[in-house]
């Protein structure tokens, strides 16, 4: 099973800074990666998959980037919604799995 | 627009089954897959196993094999994801995610359910 690796497990920045989230994998990925953002009390939702394309409705800010085994997610100026939990997820190789979440917090 | 609605929380005692069902709707059910996925309390996302509701084909996670079950209608685009022979950390919430893909198990999940609470305790 391929490990999937996030760092940090804990960012606090500013509103209206740049937010950088990373994701590593164990083992190449290709470009299978998909990132999701959680809040309390609520169900994931995607924001990238393919590792750089935005999902349905996701604002520019948001931006994936990365190949077989290196991934980041950028937000470029953050907005008060966008604190939450992100995870990122394999889905290359068998079983498809999650990293174990960075909670991106108000400084 | 995609909605996938749960069944409500549930509360079992151990070695019990649980049958949770996910009711798709604003899409051709047919041409894509549901995943299941379970988050224990403060803890991250698992994924438990895949359906095509397409064939019924289906894909369980190792831990899960024998222990899970996985199905659709698609007389009422609506899967269900049982679990048997239940244990005090299959306390979770329980959602289903709908996959691009009806053909197989390699999928991002573009649409999740809302939760379903499964809480095991005697």
Known sequence: ?107 | QVQLVQSGAEVKKPGASVKVSCKASGYTFTSYGISWVRQAPGQGLEWMGWISAYNGNTNYAQKLQGRVTMTTDTSTSTAYMELRSLRSDDTAVYYCARSRTPFNWNSHFDYWGQGTLVTVSS
């Open chain 1, 1 to 107: 099973e391929i490990v999937m690796t996030q760092s940090p497990a804990t960012l606090s920045v500013s509103p209206g800074e740049r937010a950088t989230l990373s994701c590593r994998a164990s083992q190449s990925v290709s470009s299978n990666l998909a990132w999701y953002q959680q809040k309390p009390g609520q169900a994931p939702r995607l924001l990238i998959y393919g590792a750089s394309t935005r999902a349905t409705g996701i604002p520019a800010r948001f931006s994936g980037s990365g190949s077989g085994t290196e991934f980041t997610l950028t937000i470029s100026s953050l907005q008060s919604e966008d604190f939450a939990v992100y995870y990122c997820q394999q889905y290359n190789n068998w079983p498809p799995n999650f990293g174990q979440g960075t909670r991106l917090e108000i400084k």
